[in-house]
Every structure is written in C-alpha cells, then in structure tokens.
C-alpha cells in the first residue's frame, strides 16, 4: 500500500547502526515509557478505538444526510487539518457529490469569516466544532459569530440539531456550553493529541457528514497499525523513514520539503507540517517542515532548490493511481506547437514532470530525496498513510528525546496576544 525509496536519500550511513536506539524507542511508545507517556493512545487507536462512538457517528451522519448544503468545521491545528486533508486528497478539490466544506475557526481573518457568512446565506448549514480544550480563541471567536447566526436563522430549537460538538469527555468550557445547550457531542480521548486525533471524532465526524467512507479509512489505519508493528528497521519503513531524516538532518540539512504533484494533496502537505513541526520543533532541534506543490512551485521555488543554499532535502508523496485523467487533444493547425503531446494522458505528462524533476534536482542539484509511493487516495490509502506519518513522528522525536506530544512554544503567542485583547486572567 505504501513504498518507501531512499535510493535517491544520499544517507551516507547505515540505517542499522540505529537498530539499538529504534529498539529503545519502540519501547518507549508501546510501553507507554518515553516523553509524554500521557498521550500515545494513538499507538493502539486502530485497534482499540471507540466503537460504540464509531457506530453514533455513523447514525447521525446518516441521520443528517441530504438535510444539509453547507457542513462547516469549525476547529484550528490538529482540529481541522486531518480532516480537511482526508477531504482534498480523497474527494478531490471540486467534488461532484456530498456537501460543500468550509472550514472557519482556524484564522481571525474578518474578510473571511464575513465572506463565509455571506456565501452561505440561502443554504442549509451544519455546525461542528471541534476543540479539545475547548477554550481556543480562533475557534470560540468563529464560533459564537456562526452559533448566533444559525439560532437567528433557524430558531434555538432547530439550531441544536444542527449544531454538534466534539470536545472533552468531562471539562472545558465547551463541554459545559455544548451540555447547556443540549448539543450531540462527540470525545477528544484525553490520552490523544490534537494532531494525533484524525482517526477519532475530530476526523471522522467531518468526514463521515462529507461522505467519506471512514470503515474504510480506519480499515487503513488498522493496516498500517499492523504493518508498523515491529522495531526491526528491515520491516518498518515508517522507522526508516525517521531514521533517513535523522541522518539527513545531522548531515546539516535544516528543512524537509514535503512536494507533492496533485492540487489536491497541498493540506496534505498542510497537515504533514503540522505534525513534524509541533512535535519536533522544540529546544533549538527540529527541520523545518516546509512543502510543495510541483509543478506549480516549480515556477517559484524551483529556483531555489535546484541552485539556492544547500539547506534542504526533498520528500515526495507520490500516488501511483490518481482518478480521472485526460488524453492531451490534438489540434490540426498546431498553433501552439502542442501536438508532440497529441494522444497522451495528462497523468503521464505529469509523471514525466516528476521524473524529470527528480533528476534534475537529485543528480544536477545534489539534493537528497525520499520517495514515499502511495498505492491511491483512497480513505483506506489515507488512513494507512496517516498512521504511517503518526509512527515516524513519535520515532524521530523520540530519537532526539523530544516529548513528540507538547506544544509549549505555541503559548508564548497566546500569552501576548491575551495581554493586548484584555482578556482576564
Ligand atoms: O496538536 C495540537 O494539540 C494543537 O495543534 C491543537 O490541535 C490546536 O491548538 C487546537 O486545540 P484545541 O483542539 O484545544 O482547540
């Protein structure tokens, strides 16, 4: 389902020479022993998941489906990235089916929240907001502006039906509103990180309203959970994954750009960043997540990674079954000089771009690449790779003995931010 190729990784050093450290580290995260020990309830989720949440969510997805145009998430960091990467990879940026997205809460943007309010005038709109504390300012800003637009519109009694939170299972304000109001609420597990928490309601609830199959997603998930079961480097390729950007990062790289070949795969990027750079990204260590989307940025940052400073190496995400191709039409005037494409399949114009690409950064640039090949983007596929991302972020922190599950640097802002809105103490 997944391939990970580091022929192209120029590592220099033998991935086995950190068997012994791997070993340690696996036991760190199985045994609930390492950094952070409070919040690896991922590691088993797979398995072990809340299936009779699982089975509410699929009845109220049911119950809610066709009753509604607009299903709006309303959720910052690991509240909505997961979900809004499943969306794009799988259903693609314009989908023909299901109901249209709109993601609010992760920005203060006043344009965007008034054009997101203008726009679903006329449509039917479903709510859920998603925090695990509960108490985030983009997200309770967003929210109580749309809470109060869908009670004037539809009434306080309807707007319960329409409303539903995923929060704590016992605290934060949230909680306590989403009860007063006689919300349908769903859990944030207490030992699951927001951005660890794409497999539990704060993924599938969104995504189950959009449509998505998440049976088959977990399905994945338990795939992956399998086959990254082992410490054994020869059998774990999510290991190898964390020990290639070990090795390149003390090799004197300093960011990772995650470059994908599909539009539809940027929040995937999006998400991958998150993950790495809030887990890693802590008392001087890390790489810097960085991303593309090629051949796009080929035209932007093409530049700088063939011939700019040496800082960086590259991760490709490629998928090998992408739906809906076009054969490249032939023209008999040949204005535009296009016709030596006549007859081929865009996806296969696209190939070439990426090995072309490929080549000239790795063999002309000297840029080191990691390949990951994903079978397709389908939820199944998602779920697999997300699970292997998940594992080769707790491996490298780990390696560095990091806590791959705080975020103390994300509160400095807060603090500053809170002194200037007056917020009291
Ligand atoms: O990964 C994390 O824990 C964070 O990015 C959170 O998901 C993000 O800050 C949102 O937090 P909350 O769900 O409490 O609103």
């Known amino acids: 389902m997944l391939k990970l190729d580091l022929t192209h990784s120029k590592l220099n050093e033998d991935l086995a020479s950190y068997q012994e450290k791997v070993n340690e580290a696996h036991g760190w995260l199985h045994n609930k022993t390492g950094k952070g020990n409070d919040y690896v309830g991922w590691v088993n989720w797979p398995n072990d998941y809340d299936k009779e949440e699982f089975g509410r969510i ?25 979900a809004r990467a499943a969306l794009e990879m799988i259903r ?39 925090s695990k504390s509960g108490t985030t300012t983009e997200t309770s800003v967003a929210f109580r502006i749309f809470k109060q637009y869908i009670e004037k519109r539809y009434g306080k009694k309807e707007a319960q039906e329409r409303i539903i939170a995923t929060t704590d299972k016992n605290r934060g304000t949230l909680k306590e509103l989403a009860d007063k109001e006689g919300y349908e609420e769903f859990v944030v597990p207490d030992d699951i990180g927001g951005r660890y928490s794409v497999f539990t309601a704060v993924g599938l609830l969104p995504l189950a309203l959009a449509g998505v199959d998440i049976k088959e997603l977990m399905e994945g998930s338990k795939l992956a959970y399998e086959d990254f079961n082992s410490p054994e480097l020869e059998k774990n390729a999510a290991y190898r994954y964390a020990v290639a950007r070990r090795i390149l990062n003390k090799k004197g790289y300093s960011s990772e750009m995650f470059v994908t ?4 795969l940027t929040m995937i990027a999006e998400w991958w960043k998150q993950l790495f750079g809030e887990s890693e990204g802590k008392d001087g260590n890390g790489l810097l997540p960085t991303s593309a989307c090629y051949s796009t940025d080929l035209h ?50 696209n190939k070439m771009a990426m090995e072309g690409t490929l080549s ?66």
Do not use: R
């Open 58 to 82: 699929l009845k109220i997805s049911e119950k809610l489906k066709g009753k509604f145009d607009v299903l709006l998430v309303c959720g910052i960091g690991g509240s909505y990235l997961g």
């Open 92 to 130: 693609g940026l314009y989908p023909l089916e299901g109901p249209e997205v709109i993601f609010i809460g992760n920005t203060f943007s006043n344009t965007y929240l008034s054009q997101v309010l203008k726009h679903i005038e006329g449509k039917d709109v479903v709510l859920n907001v998603i």
């Open 261 to 264: 070949y599909h539009l539809q």
């Open 300 to 349: 932007s940052l093409g530049q700088f990674v063939q011939d700019g400073q040496k800082c960086l190496y590259e991760t490709l995400l490629l998928i090998d079954e992408m739906p809906l191709d076009i054969t490249f039409p032939s023209d008999e005037e040949n204005l535009d000089g296009m016709n030596y494409l006549s007859g081929k399949q865009v996806s296969w114009v």
């Open 360 to 425: 000239a950064h790795s063999e002309v640039g000297g840029v080191p690449n990691i390949i990951i090949n994903l079978k397709d983007n389908s939820a199944k596929s998602f779920g697999y790779m997300i699970y292997f991302f998940f594992k080769a972020c707790g491996m490298t922190c780990y390696l560095l003995d990091i806590n791959p599950f705080n975020q103390p640097g994300v509160e400095v802002y807060k603090k500053k931010m809170f002194k200037l809105l007056g917020k009291p103490e």
